[in-house]
Protein backbone atom coordinates (compact mmCIF):
# COMPACT_ATOMS: atom_id res chain seq x y z
CA UNK A 1 0.00 0.00 0.00
CA UNK A 2 1.59 3.31 -1.08
CA UNK A 3 1.55 6.31 1.23
CA UNK A 4 -1.26 8.43 -0.30
CA UNK A 5 -3.07 5.19 0.25
CA UNK A 6 -2.49 4.97 3.80
CA UNK A 7 -3.10 8.72 4.15
CA UNK A 8 -6.44 8.45 2.79
CA UNK A 9 -6.81 5.20 4.62
CA UNK A 10 -6.50 6.67 7.75
CA UNK A 11 -7.98 10.20 7.04
CA UNK A 12 -11.51 8.08 6.37
CA UNK A 13 -10.81 6.28 9.16
CA UNK A 14 -10.68 8.81 11.70
CA UNK A 15 -13.49 10.79 9.91
CA UNK A 16 -15.98 8.00 10.81
CA UNK A 17 -14.80 7.64 14.42
CA UNK A 18 -15.25 10.72 15.16
CA UNK A 19 -18.83 11.17 12.99
CA UNK A 20 -20.14 8.03 15.23
CA UNK A 21 -19.11 9.03 18.37
CA UNK A 22 -20.00 12.49 17.48
CA UNK A 23 -23.78 11.08 16.47
CA UNK A 24 -24.14 8.59 19.32
CA UNK A 25 -23.51 10.85 22.81
CA UNK A 26 -22.79 14.27 21.42
CA UNK A 27 -19.27 14.10 22.52
CA UNK A 28 -15.78 13.19 20.57
CA UNK A 29 -13.33 12.15 23.72
CA UNK A 30 -10.02 13.46 23.83
CA UNK A 31 -8.12 10.16 23.25
CA UNK A 32 -9.86 10.52 20.10
CA UNK A 33 -9.14 13.85 18.79
CA UNK A 34 -5.25 13.96 20.05
CA UNK A 35 -5.41 10.04 18.52
CA UNK A 36 -6.42 12.04 15.39
CA UNK A 37 -3.54 14.84 15.67
CA UNK A 38 -1.23 12.20 15.78
CA UNK A 39 -2.13 10.27 13.04
CA UNK A 40 -2.50 13.08 11.07
CA UNK A 41 1.24 14.73 11.58
CA UNK A 42 2.38 10.58 11.26
CA UNK A 43 0.81 10.24 8.27
CA UNK A 44 1.52 13.29 6.65
CA UNK A 45 4.93 12.72 7.01
CA UNK A 46 4.48 9.72 5.70
CA UNK A 47 2.90 10.98 2.48
CA UNK A 48 5.72 13.62 2.14
CA UNK A 49 4.19 16.91 2.94
CA UNK A 50 6.29 19.55 4.14
CA UNK A 51 7.08 20.24 7.99
CA UNK A 52 4.87 23.01 8.68
CA UNK A 53 1.31 21.79 6.74
CA UNK A 54 0.60 19.73 9.85
CA UNK A 55 0.87 22.05 12.22
CA UNK A 56 -0.34 24.69 10.01
CA UNK A 57 -3.70 23.24 9.61
CA UNK A 58 -4.04 22.32 13.32
CA UNK A 59 -3.30 25.41 14.71
CA UNK A 60 -5.54 27.27 11.73
CA UNK A 61 -8.42 25.00 12.38
CA UNK A 62 -8.49 25.23 15.81
CA UNK A 63 -8.33 28.82 15.99
CA UNK A 64 -11.10 29.40 13.86
CA UNK A 65 -13.40 27.42 15.21
CA UNK A 66 -12.69 28.67 19.06
CA UNK A 67 -13.28 31.83 17.61
CA UNK A 68 -16.85 31.14 16.23
CA UNK A 69 -17.74 28.72 19.17
CA UNK A 70 -16.74 32.03 21.56
CA UNK A 71 -19.01 34.61 19.35
CA UNK A 72 -21.86 31.77 19.22
CA UNK A 73 -21.81 31.37 23.65
CA UNK A 74 -21.83 35.41 23.87
CA UNK A 75 -24.56 36.19 20.80
CA UNK A 76 -26.57 33.05 21.02
CA UNK A 77 -25.70 30.62 23.77
CA UNK A 78 -27.03 32.95 27.00
CA UNK A 79 -30.91 33.16 27.90
CA UNK A 80 -32.64 33.39 31.24
CA UNK A 81 -36.16 33.50 32.55
CA UNK A 82 -36.86 35.26 36.00
CA UNK A 83 -39.39 34.32 38.72
CA UNK A 84 -41.64 37.44 40.39
CA UNK A 85 -42.30 36.26 42.98
CA UNK A 86 -39.43 33.80 43.68
CA UNK A 87 -40.56 30.09 44.07
CA UNK A 88 -39.30 27.00 45.66
CA UNK A 89 -37.59 23.93 43.84
CA UNK A 90 -36.71 20.48 44.16
CA UNK A 91 -34.16 18.27 42.22
CA UNK A 92 -34.17 15.04 43.21
CA UNK A 93 -34.58 11.47 42.00
CA UNK A 94 -37.74 10.14 40.54
CA UNK A 95 -38.69 6.95 42.83
CA UNK A 96 -35.25 6.07 44.26
CA UNK A 97 -33.96 5.54 40.32
CA UNK A 98 -30.49 6.19 39.26
CA UNK A 99 -29.19 9.67 38.64
CA UNK A 100 -30.45 9.51 34.87
CA UNK A 101 -34.17 10.09 36.10
CA UNK A 102 -33.42 13.00 38.08
CA UNK A 103 -36.36 15.41 37.94
CA UNK A 104 -37.13 18.78 38.56
CA UNK A 105 -40.16 20.39 40.25
CA UNK A 106 -41.16 23.68 40.63
CA UNK A 107 -44.11 25.51 40.52
CA UNK A 108 -46.37 22.58 40.37
CA UNK A 109 -44.76 20.94 37.10
CA UNK A 110 -42.17 17.94 37.19
CA UNK A 111 -40.10 17.80 34.36
CA UNK A 112 -36.97 15.52 33.61
CA UNK A 113 -33.78 17.37 34.78
CA UNK A 114 -31.78 16.15 30.88
CA UNK A 115 -34.33 17.68 29.09
CA UNK A 116 -32.69 21.36 30.16
CA UNK A 117 -29.65 20.64 28.66
CA UNK A 118 -29.54 20.33 24.86
CA UNK A 119 -26.25 18.71 25.13
CA UNK A 120 -23.00 17.36 27.52
CA UNK A 121 -21.45 20.76 27.58
CA UNK A 122 -24.43 23.16 28.15
CA UNK A 123 -24.87 24.40 31.90
CA UNK A 124 -28.15 25.61 34.02
CA UNK A 125 -27.11 28.36 36.19
CA UNK A 126 -29.89 28.65 39.58
CA UNK A 127 -29.71 32.10 40.99
CA UNK A 128 -31.11 31.48 44.55
CA UNK A 129 -31.94 32.81 47.48
CA UNK A 130 -31.31 29.77 49.62
CA UNK A 131 -30.52 26.01 48.91
CA UNK A 132 -29.94 23.33 50.95
CA UNK A 133 -29.20 19.40 50.45
CA UNK A 134 -28.79 16.64 53.31
CA UNK A 135 -25.25 18.08 54.34
CA UNK A 136 -25.14 21.91 52.62
CA UNK A 137 -26.87 24.85 52.83
CA UNK A 138 -26.57 28.60 51.63
CA UNK A 139 -28.31 31.81 50.93
CA UNK A 140 -27.95 34.09 47.94
CA UNK A 141 -25.96 31.90 45.92
CA UNK A 142 -25.13 30.61 42.38
CA UNK A 143 -25.54 27.21 41.59
CA UNK A 144 -23.72 26.29 38.19
CA UNK A 145 -25.28 22.95 36.95
CA UNK A 146 -24.50 20.09 34.31
CA UNK A 147 -26.40 16.87 34.09
CA UNK A 148 -25.03 15.28 37.35
CA UNK A 149 -23.49 17.86 39.39
CA UNK A 150 -23.57 21.57 40.45
CA UNK A 151 -21.16 24.31 41.76
CA UNK A 152 -21.96 26.42 44.38
CA UNK A 153 -19.87 29.90 43.99
CA UNK A 154 -20.40 30.66 47.51
CA UNK A 155 -19.24 27.44 49.12
CA UNK A 156 -16.39 26.96 45.96
CA UNK A 157 -17.13 23.77 46.12
CA UNK A 158 -18.57 20.83 43.51
CA UNK A 159 -21.68 18.56 44.76
CA UNK A 160 -22.90 15.74 43.20
CA UNK A 161 -26.72 15.25 43.09
CA UNK A 162 -26.91 11.96 43.79
CA UNK A 163 -25.66 13.41 47.32
CA UNK A 164 -29.06 13.82 47.87
CA UNK A 165 -32.01 15.91 46.83
CA UNK A 166 -31.16 19.93 46.36
CA UNK A 167 -34.96 22.10 47.90
CA UNK A 168 -34.37 25.75 47.96
CA UNK A 169 -35.81 29.37 46.24
CA UNK A 170 -34.95 30.60 42.91
CA UNK A 171 -35.07 33.73 41.71
CA UNK A 172 -33.47 33.12 38.17
CA UNK A 173 -32.99 30.51 35.87
CA UNK A 174 -30.24 30.84 33.01
CA UNK A 175 -29.32 28.70 30.11
CA UNK A 176 -25.65 28.28 29.47
CA UNK A 177 -25.19 26.48 25.50
CA UNK A 178 -22.34 26.22 23.81
CA UNK A 179 -22.96 26.35 19.94
CA UNK A 180 -20.13 24.66 19.17
CA UNK A 181 -18.32 22.26 21.91
CA UNK A 182 -14.69 22.69 22.38
CA UNK A 183 -15.03 19.23 21.15
CA UNK A 184 -15.60 20.67 17.57
CA UNK A 185 -12.29 22.82 18.45
CA UNK A 186 -10.30 19.99 18.61
CA UNK A 187 -11.82 17.82 15.71
CA UNK A 188 -11.04 20.63 13.46
CA UNK A 189 -7.06 20.98 14.95
CA UNK A 190 -7.13 17.24 13.96
CA UNK A 191 -8.68 16.92 10.54
CA UNK A 192 -6.10 20.07 9.91
CA UNK A 193 -2.79 18.16 10.39
CA UNK A 194 -4.20 15.88 7.63
CA UNK A 195 -5.15 18.58 5.39
CA UNK A 196 -2.87 21.43 6.22
CA UNK A 197 -3.98 25.17 5.29
CA UNK A 198 -6.77 23.23 2.97
CA UNK A 199 -8.62 22.93 6.43
CA UNK A 200 -9.98 26.88 6.06
CA UNK A 201 -12.06 25.31 2.99
CA UNK A 202 -13.05 22.37 4.79
CA UNK A 203 -14.45 24.56 7.54
CA UNK A 204 -16.36 26.38 4.95
CA UNK A 205 -18.00 23.55 3.11
CA UNK A 206 -18.47 22.45 6.84
CA UNK A 207 -20.62 25.46 7.33
CA UNK A 208 -23.05 24.81 4.39
CA UNK A 209 -23.11 21.31 4.81
CA UNK A 210 -24.42 22.56 9.17
CA UNK A 211 -26.42 24.92 7.77
CA UNK A 212 -28.46 22.52 5.77
CA UNK A 213 -28.62 19.88 7.92
CA UNK A 214 -29.35 22.64 10.77
CA UNK A 215 -32.07 23.66 8.62
CA UNK A 216 -33.91 20.27 7.69
CA UNK A 217 -33.69 19.24 11.51
CA UNK A 218 -35.01 22.33 12.35
CA UNK A 219 -38.14 22.03 10.19
CA UNK A 220 -38.64 18.84 12.28
CA UNK A 221 -38.64 20.17 15.44
CA UNK A 222 -35.11 19.26 16.48
CA UNK A 223 -33.10 22.21 18.12
CA UNK A 224 -29.77 20.44 18.58
CA UNK A 225 -27.49 18.88 16.32
CA UNK A 226 -23.91 17.73 16.48
CA UNK A 227 -21.19 19.47 13.83
CA UNK A 228 -19.01 16.89 13.98
CA UNK A 229 -19.87 14.93 11.30
CA UNK A 230 -20.15 17.85 9.22
CA UNK A 231 -16.33 18.52 9.72
CA UNK A 232 -15.35 15.36 8.93
CA UNK A 233 -17.46 15.89 5.66
CA UNK A 234 -16.22 19.16 4.95
CA UNK A 235 -13.13 17.39 5.34
CA UNK A 236 -13.42 14.64 3.06
CA UNK A 237 -15.07 16.91 0.36
CA UNK A 238 -11.89 19.01 0.33
CA UNK A 239 -9.48 16.36 0.49
CA UNK A 240 -11.04 15.20 -2.64
CA UNK A 241 -12.23 18.09 -4.21
CA UNK A 242 -10.48 20.98 -2.95
CA UNK A 243 -7.86 21.88 -5.55
CA UNK A 244 -10.76 21.60 -8.37
CA UNK A 245 -13.06 24.07 -6.18
CA UNK A 246 -9.99 26.36 -5.55
CA UNK A 247 -8.77 26.34 -9.36
CA UNK A 248 -12.38 27.36 -10.43
CA UNK A 249 -12.67 30.23 -7.60
CA UNK A 250 -9.18 31.29 -8.26
CA UNK A 251 -10.10 31.13 -12.16
CA UNK A 252 -13.65 32.27 -12.06
CA UNK A 253 -13.40 35.80 -9.95
CA UNK A 254 -9.32 36.18 -10.14
CA UNK A 255 -8.84 35.33 -13.29
CA UNK A 256 -6.31 32.97 -12.07
CA UNK A 257 -5.12 30.32 -14.21
Known amino acids: ?23 RSQRIPDAVNYGGIAAGCAVSWFAGKSLWFSPVGAIGGAACLAVLAFIGRKVFG ?18 GQLDRKLVLRSG ?30 AQDDVLVCTRDRFRS ?39 GTFLGAGIFGALFVAGVV ?19 P ?13 GAVSAWYLQKFWHVT
Not at 6 to 20: D, I
Not at 217 to 228: I, N, T, W
Open 1 to 23: MDALSVFALTLWSFALLASVLDL
Open 78 to 95: RREHRFDPPEEFTIEKLD
Open 108 to 137: GCTDPWKDFFGSVSDKVELVCAQWSNPTLN
Open 153 to 191: LRLGRFVRFEDGPVTGIWRTLRFRADVLGWGDVKLAAAL
Open 210 to 228: GIIIGGLLRARGVREFPFG
Open 230 to 242: ALATGALVWYYWG
